[in-house]
């Protein structure tokens, strides 16, 4: 988890070339403007990005950590996305300069004797490192990798020159559903399995994983929320588990410590909407729980998480929080803003 008081640099890169990665996907190669080096990163950090609308997006870092001058990103356009990926294939061109922030891994390569690794679309982005620092060391790897076609799945040549023989391309045109269970049977006790993808493969992938080997836990990255996931519209409605508790069914103060404001967040509004009443730039992007973007530090209270980004760990100490999903477990939150 990145430490909340000391986040990240804030760099302005500019974009040295976009190249076709594959249908619908354009790829970004970020340099500094005076060639300088860039921070180091390893296997599944990302880049936040903030675009030249203001969007904030996050961005897996695709190209080799090896590679001090050039950071890779690989974008997949979604028309019917919120607006992002278009901004990007649309009007992000070489010579533009983007305000990034970063890198941050949330999603780190542990140290195994074996890797199985699962990617659907655009999830092999964050993917293609690890497999990259697998091939280079001692362990033993594979990787299944979906897509809608052939055409559509990118770094296909990269991944050949890394061990073709360790990789399976599944186009779902020709291929149909990924077989996972090929993937995952058979697998020690020690092995890690990665998984970046749709929500529907994640899934896919969790479950199959607790029925063939309940202490093995997947390591997984989403770019959507969880299915089991509150909605933002029903955020504090008191129903189901996990629903906050407290005053007007569900609704909850919290006060902002540095800005001495004290708020009151009813039923059915996100604490982020409340917050942004007295604090309208507070940084937030998927609005979903996945980002991380609005981590925020939690000064009192039980916080009531929803997100996907923090362990089981990070969310029993409470220290920090997702305010754009999460809620309070009691009446009042004190929050460090």
């Known amino acids: 988890m990145a430490d909340v008081l000391s986040p990240p640099p804030v760099l302005r890169l500019r974009v040295r070339d976009t190249v076709r990665e594959a249908d619908g996907v354009l790829g970004l190669l970020l340099e500094d403007p005076w060639g300088a080096r860039l921070p180091a990163w390893e296997p599944g950090a990302h880049l936040e990005v903030r675009l030249p609308s203001g969007r904030i997006r996050h961005y897996s870092l695709s190209g080799d950590p090896g590679d001090v001058r050039t950071y890779r990103l690989g974008v997949l356009r979604d028309p019917a996305g919120r607006g992002g990926s278009e901004e990007i294939h649309t009007s992000v061109l070489a010579g533009c300069l983007l305000e990034v922030r970063g890198p941050v891994n949330r999603f780190p390569l542990v140290p195994a004797e074996r890797y199985a690794f699962i990617a659907g679309g655009i999830g092999i982005t964050p993917l293609l490192p690890m497999v990259r620092a697998a091939a280079a060391g001692r362990s033993a790897w594979s990787l299944l990798y979906g897509g809608r076609t052939l055409t559509s799945m990118a770094y296909r040549d990269e991944l050949a020159a890394l061990g073709g023989g360790n990789v399976a391309l599944a186009p779902e045109d020709t291929h149909g559903r990924l077989d996972i269970d090929s993937v995952l049977r058979g697998l020690p006790d020690t092995a890690a399995v990665y998984c970046c993808g749709p929500a529907g493969l994640i899934a896919a992938v969790e479950s199959r994983c607790a029925a063939l080997f309940p202490a093995r836990t997947p390591h997984v990255e989403r770019f959507t929320a969880a299915p089991d ?56 992007s998927c609005e979903q729980g996945i980002c991380g973007t609005c981590e925020t530090k939690v000064l009192a209270g039980e916080p009531d998480h929803r997100d996907s980004v923090l362990s089981a760990a990070e969310k029993a100490a409470g220290n920090t929080m997702m305010i754009c999903v999460g809620r309070s477990k009691g009446s009042r939150l004190v929050l460090d803003l």
């Open 229 to 284: 996931a509150a909605p933002a519209a029903a955020l504090g409605s008191g129903s189901g588990s996990g629903s906050a508790s407290g005053p007007d069914e569900g609704g909850f103060d919290v006060e902002l410590r540095r800005s001495g404001a004290v708020l009151h967040v009813p039923p059915g509004r996100s604490l982020l909407d409340v917050v942004r009443e007295a604090l309208p730039s507070v940084p937030s």
